[in-house]
């Protein structure tokens, strides 16, 4: 199982910008779909998380600007991310929870995608 995401880049405080991340190979479900961040010097944090029946948690810091969303029949999970803010810069780590067989969940991550603010 991969999860490749794609998206990052550089914008202005107040713009906007949508991550994807889409799970490829051999496996039952996906139980949850999310996006986990990481700013130079801190600890890695939840942004958004989805379940497969469409449940969304969201961080605090993000609620009302951050949108998740996930495409179940693609594997895919969407971060919509407006009125973006200079504290919001971090690599974004695509996360996934996802059953080989009908038994066991393993979790995955993808690649990071940097997102970088600017003032």
């Known amino acids: 199982v991969q999860l490749q995401a794609s998206g990052g880049g550089l914008v202005q405080a107040g713009g906007s910008l949508r991550l994807s991340c889409t799970a490829s190979?051999?496996?039952?479900?996906?139980?949850?779909m999310g996006w986990y961040r990481q700013a130079p010097g801190k600890q890695r944090e939840l942004v958004a998380s989805?379940?497969?029946?469409?449940?969304?948690n969201y961080a605090d810091s993000v609620k009302g600007r951050f949108t998740i969303s996930r495409d179940n029949a693609k594997n895919t999970v969407y971060l919509q991310m407006n009125s973006l803010k200079p504290e919001d810069t971090a690599v974004y780590y695509c996360?996934?929870?996802?059953?080989?067989?009908?038994?066991?969940?393993?979790?995955?991550w993808g690649q990071g995608t940097q997102v970088t603010v600017s003032s």
């Open positions: 996360n996934a929870v996802i059953r080989i067989t009908s038994i066991l969940p393993f979790e995955y």
């Open positions: 190979g051999s496996f039952y479900i996906i139980d949850k």
């Open positions: 989805i379940i497969s029946g469409g449940r969304a």
